[in-house]
């Protein structure tokens, strides 16, 4: 079942303007991650935020957490056209048993117009 | 290091056929993981592996689909008989993995299966 839902389903941009993607989750986590995904590629690791943390920064991409609201926004400032891909969160959760599990979202899709 | 390698990157086979998928982790990640990606349903956790041990394989649609990690460098995804419903994007991933909030994923570049 999917824990994380991106937000929107699909964003098309500007080159240099700034996206911003949200990811809603239903149960308590342990970190939450951002990957993005070229087409016809695997997905790289973008960010980790721990449950701990409200906000975190790398590079051009700043990630915020709200576990109140179960919510994290992804912003990735000054696009370029090799941004374009899409970007999935991930909520990394204890599944019992001294496991843990990562699950994706449906990812929002970034289009960057040069 | 080459990364999570996954073999064949393309399978095209008809109903009914055997279907096995390869991955070989990261040298040092301890943990293994099968997705599958649909257009549908998104990206699935099928199974994974700690320690070449499957901890977990809720996500194993059906008996059809087995998985196995003989060693620590190889894995398989094995399925039989396959269906045109089973038609994805099968990606391995692994982990160094270690508990909380370890979980950071190196993805292979995936096998893309179709069943006629």
């Known amino acids: 079942s999917q824990q994380g839902e991106e937000d929107p389903q699909a964003l098309s941009i500007q080159e240099g303007e700034n996206a911003t993607m949200n990811c809603s989750y239903k149960t308590s986590i342990n970190n939450l991650q951002w990957y993005r995904q070229n087409s016809g590629r695997g997905l790289v690791h973008l960010i980790l935020?721990?449950?701990?943390?409200r906000e975190k920064h790398s590079g051009r991409l700043r990630v915020t957490l709200d576990t109140s609201k179960k919510s994290s926004s992804l912003l990735i400032t000054a696009s370029r056209a090799a941004d374009t891909a899409s970007y999935f969160c991930a909520t990394d959760t204890y599944s019992g048993a001294g496991s843990y599990q990562l699950t994706f979202g449906k990812g929002t899709k970034l289009s960057v117009i040069p | 290091d080459a990364g999570v390698i996954q073999s064949p990157r393309h399978e095209v086979t008809e109903m009914g056929q055997e279907v096995t998928l390869r991955c070989k982790p990261i040298s040092g990640h301890n943990s293994l993981f099968w997705y599958r990606q649909t257009m549908m349903r998104g990206l699935e956790l099928l199974i994974y592996f700690n320690n070449n041990v499957p901890i977990d394989d809720s996500g194993m649609p059906e008996d059809r689909f087995s998985a196995k990690m003989p060693n620590a460098s190889f894995s398989t995804l094995k399925i039989q008989p396959s269906e045109p419903r089973d038609s994805a994007v099968y990606f391995c991933a692994s982990s160094l993995g270690g508990g909380f909030g370890a979980n950071v994923l190196t993805f292979g570049a995936g096998s893309r299966l179709t069943v006629l």
């Open positions: 935020i721990r449950s701990n943390e």
